[in-house]
């Protein structure tokens, strides 16, 4: 399924030279992670104790690109410059999801929108990456499938924030629709993770009996 996780690539190599430059400061993978993490909680609190002021939502698209590109740094510093570990590992996956339900909270707070369905949202989010964790215990690789990944949340969630921002109003059907969409989308997504991570998984085996 698309997702806005193809386009990671081209991301990256927009960032690396500010990767090289961290890198050579001696700043970590899991520095960075950890400071992402840090930073999600802080604007997350910030919102939901601010949630009145509408205008301070104009905060949450500009970080959340921020957050992408804080996460797409620590993993290259992983990868390109020797820093993977064990711990580095747990803290990726703990803080993106703990990050996520500290940010889409807030949303629980706003006029219109079920606080109901913006939770079933969170934990919708939890068990997708869980999905995509999951498939490497059984041998195949970090599904990233879509169509609603942290990328693609990331979007949904920043556009919405800077409608509700910019003080253009959101329609009731608006509000109602949007987190049943996200919600079917994510468990569209917690499927095709397990499935293609099964099918992985059972064709690596095929191939082992051929070897």
């Not at 190599?13 to 090289?20: A, D, E, K, M, W």
């Not at 500009?62 to 410059?81: I, Y």
């Not at 590992?89 to 706003?110: G, M, T």
Request: aromatic letters at 10%.
């Amino acid at each position: 399924m698309p997702s806005i996780y193809s386009l990671k690539p081209s991301f990256q190599g927009r960032l690396r030279p500010i990767v090289r430059l961290l890198a050579r400061a001696g700043v970590t993978a899991n520095q960075v992670t950890l400071l992402a993490c840090t930073l999600s909680i802080a604007v997350g609190v910030l919102l939901t104790a601010r949630i009145e002021s509408r205008a301070l939502l104009l905060v949450l698209p500009v970080f959340l690109f921020l957050r992408m590109a804080l996460n797409a740094m620590d993993g290259m510093l992983a990868r390109e410059f020797g820093q993977k570990s064990d711990l580095g590992a747990y803290l990726n996956e703990l803080s993106d999801v703990v990050s996520d339900a500290f940010l889409y909270f807030p949303f629980a707070y706003l006029p219109g929108f079920d606080p109901l369905w913006i939770g079933a949202v969170i934990v919708l989010a939890v068990i997708s990456e869980m999905a995509g964790t999951v498939a490497v215990t059984t041998g195949a690789s970090r599904r990233y499938d879509g169509p609603m990944g942290k990328s693609d949340r990331a979007f949904a969630f920043g556009a919405m924030a800077l409608w509700i921002g910019l003080h253009l109003g959101v329609a009731p059907w608006a509000s109602w629709l949007f987190p049943r969409l996200i919600a079917l989308l994510l468990a569209a997504t917690i499927i095709n993770r397990v499935r293609n991570g099964l099918a992985e998984t059972s064709a690596l085996r095929a191939r082992d009996v051929r070897c």
